[in-house]
């Protein structure tokens, strides 16, 4: 089929839609309503051709395709749902993020998502954390592409999502058994949201199955600076030792803060100078043994990637920078 010079198109729509409502004005003045109403209808249609010309060449068949384009042309950019209803030439984009998040794998984050991620991590937030590591300010309304890359087994995972959610558990247990079947990999707060059947507990609960039953349940923000904005690692099939359960968040916070979010085992330092897949993860370390009276305080705990930290326990010498 032939096409017009793509350069060409989005001007002679822009002209088109002005010769309309220029003749549009005769039928405010003249017309009955339905004759109105009809003769609009084909303005609706160019200002929605116009928008989805805009896009730069690059033969966007679908309105998916070109919300994806135009993502894509802003990775960890906020943008507002009206601007991908301008690309796409519809009003039901929505519905196709959905389909690019879990057909296609895309880590789109919403903006009602964000705002819980949010409204938990400010509860225990720590006076001084750092700003690189805090989440996004984002309206209900606005969406943000995480990373420009495409998990391939999202799919999968989102199938399998749906069948934890469908069963009978508890939000915190089918949290738990989504986790459980993906150690190692990365799963999105979208996901987690979505095996919560879309209750805004799903916060509050992942955090609990590392706060208080010890999973280690790894952000950005708790234990692997590593990690995008939006990503939750349980890093091994195994909860902590009991008496590491009861060190308060905001002190475990408050030392990994004055840490740095890196290891302080000598000549570590991980994550810094570490290639970004190397997989590890921080926690914190009492200096005294808990189990010989060692106080869950800041001056007594010290942050330690696991290896060290396994090391430190294996070896009972601690050397720290
Ligand atoms: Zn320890
Ligand atoms: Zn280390």
């Given at each position: 089929m032939a096409r017009r010079p793509r350069e060409k198109a989005p001007d002679k729509l822009r002209r088109d839609l002005i010769d309309l409502l220029t003749n549009f004005e005769w039928h405010l003045e003249h017309s009955e309503l339905r004759q109105q109403v009809r003769n609009l209808v084909p303005a609706n249609h160019l200002l929605r051709d116009l928008g989805s010309s805009l896009l730069p060449e690059g033969g966007y068949l679908s309105a998916r395709d070109r919300i994806l384009a135009y993502l894509r042309l802003f990775p960890g950019i906020v943008i507002d749902g009206d601007e991908l209803m301008v690309v796409a030439?519809?009003?039901?984009?929505a519905r196709r993020i959905r389909e690019l998040r879990k057909?296609?794998?895309?880590?789109i984050l919403s903006g009602i998502t964000a705002s819980e991620m949010r409204d938990e991590f400010e509860e225990g937030r720590v006076e001084g954390e750092y700003e690189d590591l805090s989440l996004p300010q984002m309206l209900p309304s606005q969406y943000l592409l995480l990373e420009d890359s495409q998990d391939r087994d999202a799919a999968f995972r989102w199938n399998m999502a749906n069948q934890i959610r469908r069963s009978t558990a508890s939000t915190r247990d089918k949290l738990l058994r989504f986790f459980r079947e993906n150690v190692g990999q990365r799963v999105t707060s979208e996901e987690l949201r979505y095996v919560a059947?879309?209750?805004?507990?799903w916060a509050r609960r992942t955090r609990e199955l590392r706060t208080?039953?010890?999973?280690?349940?790894?952000t950005r923000n708790t234990g692997d600076p590593t990690l995008p904005v939006g990503t939750y690692v349980l890093e091994r099939d195994e909860q902590a030792p009991l008496h590491d359960r009861h060190i308060p968040e905001v002190v475990r916070r408050e030392v990994m803060r004055r840490d740095h979010w890196s290891c302080r085992w000598r000549g570590c330092?991980?994550?810094?100078?570490?290639?970004?897949?190397d997989h590890r993860f921080l926690e914190a370390h009492h200096i005294e043994h808990h189990a010989e009276?060692?106080?869950?305080?800041v001056e007594n705990l010290v942050t330690l990637c696991n290896l060290h930290h396994d090391e430190v326990h294996r070896a009972g010498v601690l050397d720290v920078e």
């Open positions: 030439g519809i009003s039901e984009y057909q296609e794998g895309w880590p059947g879309d209750a805004t507990e208080e039953m010890g999973w280690p349940v790894m330092g991980w994550p810094t100078g570490f290639p970004p897949q009276g060692g106080a869950n305080s």
